[in-house]
Antibody, heavy 116, light 107 residues
Framework: EVQLVQSGAEVKKPGESLKISCKAS????????IGWVRQMPGKGLEWVGT????????KYSPSFQGHVIISADSSITTSYLQWSSLKASDTALYYC?????????WGQGTMVTVSP | EIVMTQSPATLSVSPGERATLSCRAS??????LAWYQQKPGQAPRLLIY???TRATGVPARFSGSRSGTEFTLTINSLQSEDFGVYYC?????????FGQGTNLEIK
């Protein structure tokens, strides 16, 4: 069974760093792109970026380029989304999802709250 | 940047009737268009990909179509469990964009 299991909710202060994870199982991790999607409270879906774990090729939305880093460790079939300096506006639910044709499998989401 | 525009923002339909949701791309995107359903507190669920292909396990009452840059999701014989927010999604591995969503309410 294909599964993406994300790390738990986080509460951080502005300026702090954070790395959240997405553990994949049930398929060959290096064969599919993994995407990250943001959903701010009460709002719609926004594409953050995608990574190909096979060679770590990474693409970012212009809206997120330079503010987040997406990475993957194929030895533990896990992708990461990280920030070096969080802002209050980063408060959102973050999903990872597998991308063969569209996002066919989603993680359960990680809630990130950034508050002084 | 490719902008996906969904309409209407909210749609109220009675059970058993048909719901028609629209999505327009700001430029040609070939057929890389997906539809998702999201219910409160849940992750989105893939319904349709490649504009008209139903994902595994999706009921046949859901169908997708394309006319140029206009895409349509049709839900026939609406069921009470079909409520939620529906998003269209233009996808490539190097570029993605979502529509703003249509909130489908059951009358």
């Amino acid at each position: 069974e294909v599964q993406l299991v994300q790390s738990g909710a986080e509460v951080k202060k502005p300026g702090e760093s954070l790395k959240i994870s997405c553990k994949a199982s049930g398929y060959r991790f290096t064969d599919y792109w993994i995407g990250w999607v943001r959903q701010m409270p009460g709002k719609g879906l926004e594409w953050v970026g995608t990574i190909y774990p096979g060679d770590s090729d990474t693409k970012y939305s212009p809206s997120f380029q330079g503010h987040v880093i997406i990475s993957a460790d194929s030895s533990i079939t896990t992708s990461y989304l990280q920030w070096s300096s969080l802002k209050a506006s980063d408060t959102a639910l973050y999903y990872c999802a597998r991308l063969p044709d569209a996002f066919d499998m989603w993680g359960q989401g990680t809630m990130v709250t950034v508050s002084p | 940047e490719i902008v996906m525009t969904q309409s209407p923002a909210t749609l109220s339909v009675s059970p058993g009737e048909r719901a028609t949701l629209s999505c327009r791309a700001s430029q040609s995107i070939s057929g890389n268009l997906a539809w998702y359903q999201q219910k409160p507190g849940q992750a989105p669920r893939l319904l349709i990909y490649a504009a008209s292909t139903r994902a595994t396990g999706v009921p046949a009452r859901f169908s997708g179509s394309r006319s140029g840059t206009e895409f349509t999701l049709t839900i026939n014989s609406l069921q009470s469990e079909d409520f939620g927010v529906y998003y269209c999604h233009h996808y490539n591995y190097w570029l993605c964009s979502f529509g703003q969503g249509t909130n489908l309410e059951i009358k």
